[in-house]
């Protein structure tokens, strides 16, 4: 059973930073692409960040974070990162994490991130 777990989420002040977690059981986690989406209230679901699989060499971004956002991952410990920096009210949103096996996708619980002063 797939199962993804983020954690990392806070309420930060503008110009701040940080990371999000996403622990993933049940599968071979480095056969996988991993995703960052996030959904902020009254909005649709959007793709943030998108990591290959193996090594993770190949990234994509949304252009909304570019240069602010990372993602990583880390084989042996079956998880992928988000490092956020230089956040910005419209981050806002619950950050979900995302893997899609053959044609179906598992999510995770979602974590929320809160940017205010």
């Known amino acids: 059973q797939v199962q993804l777990v983020e954690s990392g989420g806070d309420l930060v002040q503008p110009g701040g930073s940080l990371r999000l977690s996403c622990a993933a059981s049940?599968?071979?986690?480095?056969?996988?692409?991993m995703h960052w989406y996030r959904q902020a209230p009254g909005n649709q679901r959007e793709l943030v960040a998108r990591i290959s699989s193996g090594s993770g060499t190949e990234t994509n971004y949304a252009d909304s974070v570019k240069g602010r956002f990372v993602i990583s991952r880390d084989n042996a410990k079956n998880t992928v990162y988000l490092q956020m920096n230089s956040l910005k009210s419209e981050d806002t949103a619950v950050y979900y994490c995302?893997?899609?096996?053959?044609?179906?996708?598992?999510w995770g619980q979602g974590t929320q991130v809160t940017v205010s002063s």
């Open positions: 049940g599968i071979i986690f480095s056969f996988y692409y």
């Open positions: 995302n893997v899609e096996v053959g044609p179906r996708g598992y």
